[in-house]
């Protein structure tokens, strides 16, 4: 089945022969962009998407998220507007509803929180295990996260549980051992969440060259509560993805600037913690990758709007509303390895958002508003 998308606006295409074009159409078939051009010159197709005037903008691409758990830590988050630092120890309470939740339980808080990151023009999102932390809670969380999504990130070094806590290094054999041999049939990616309190930077190397070795791709949570050895040494294992990147010096930009590892900003993290942004334009002056990604948790981030983010990059981070939105599409896209996504161009899968809008201006312009009116996702409208 084929559907012409006409009188559209202003279509972001993220495809570098075309950038920002103009009143123009595009024809999806079955699930990918088959044509783009002149609504006058358009190819008739099975049905009709009529964009009246409006932005028309690649599907966003949330690259970190962790959405399998259950309970919430409202009164965690009260506690920090209150004046109470975020230090990473609430982990453990979700840890506990987390493992005390069924599995039906699980996959009805993912699937509500994917169906409401897709209303809001999320039509891939990225789920990370972590809140298991033993062997077979970690498998059950990630077996859950693949029926729903197609990216999936091993993170059973997210902290040291409870139970293993004056032996943290026996956690990380187990983590490398046979935690890793349980998750890693529903996972595409390893992650370590290397920060004090957490996982130092051999324990995450060690934990990254395992997963490495069982054929997961790597990502790594570094640089979020100071300065640490995380970033560069994502960028030494050639890790798709340093994520959060708030506390840099000029050696973990250069590092960055230097290689494919993107560096994907939370921003959602720091407005829920109050702590200081990453400085997004210092990164793309150096010629770093950016990604935007929502961290959509319960407890530091728990927001799955990526419209926020971009609002939130643009205001807080020093991005200009372009380049936010390009961070949130094509830079989420970058971050998972996947070329087939976060652009408009032919053959990119047809994942595409209508705004209630003339430009992709609105979205920071606009904070907080609907503006999402149609979404696209696999070339069929939800």
């Known amino acids: 089945m084929s559907l012409l998308v006409t009188n559209i606006g202003e279509l972001f295409t993220n495809d570098p022969g075309l950038g920002i074009v103009h ?5 999806v078939d079955d699930d990918r962009i088959a044509w783009i051009g002149p609504a006058s010159t358009a190819p008739d197709a099975d049905s009709l998407l009529d964009a009246d005037g409006a932005a028309v903008l690649p599907g966003f691409v949330d690259s970190h998220a962790h959405l399998i758990f259950a309970g919430d830590r409202a009164a965690e988050f009260g506690a920090r507007m209150a004046g109470q630092p975020y230090t990473g120890g609430g982990i453990r309470t ?3 509803a987390t493992r005390a939740a069924s599995d039906e339980e699980l996959r009805r808080n993912a699937r509500r929180l994917v169906g409401e990151a897709l209303r809001q023009g999320t039509t891939t999102i990225e789920i990370k295990s972590g809140y298991g932390l033993s062997v077979a809670e970690e498998a059950r969380s990630l077996r859950i996260a693949a ?9 059973g070094a997210h902290v040291v549980p409870g139970e293993y806590s004056d032996r943290p290094d026996d956690y990380v054999d187990l ?4 935690m890793l041999e349980a998750a890693a049939p529903h996972a595409r990616w390893v992650d370590v969440f290397c920060e004090r309190g957490a996982f130092d930077g051999e324990q995450a190397r060690a934990i990254l060259t395992a997963g490495a070795k069982r054929g997961l791709g790597l990502r790594l949570h570094a640089n979020q509560l100071g300065h640490g050895p995380g970033v560069r040494l994502a960028v030494e294992l050639g890790a798709a993805s340093a994520d959060h990147c708030t506390h840099l010096d000029d050696a973990d930009v250069d590092a960055l600037a230097s290689s494919d590892t993107v560096a994907t900003l939370l921003p959602g993290a720091e407005f829920s913690t109050r702590s200081p942004y990453p400085d997004a334009r210092r990164l793309l002056d150096a010629g770093v990758s950016v990604a935007l990604a929502t961290d959509c948790n319960p407890g530091s981030s728990y927001t799955s709007s990526m419209p926020f983010c971009i609002a939130l990059a643009v205001r807080e981070m020093g991005l200009t509303p372009s380049e936010a939105v390009a961070a949130a599409t094509v830079g989420g896209a970058t971050a998972l390895r996947r070329t087939d996504l976060g652009r408009v161009s032919i053959g990119a899968r047809a994942d595409l958002i209508v705004l209630d809008a003339p430009s992709h201006l609105h979205l920071a312009y606009r904070p907080g508003v609907p503006l999402i009116r149609s979404v696209l996702h696999n070339g069929v409208l939800q």
């Open 23 to 27: 009143d123009v159409a595009l024809v």
């Open 94 to 96: 979700t840890v506990a």
């Open 147 to 155: 029926e729903i999504v197609e990216e999936t990130t091993f993170l």
């Open 175 to 178: 983590v490398c051992g046979e």
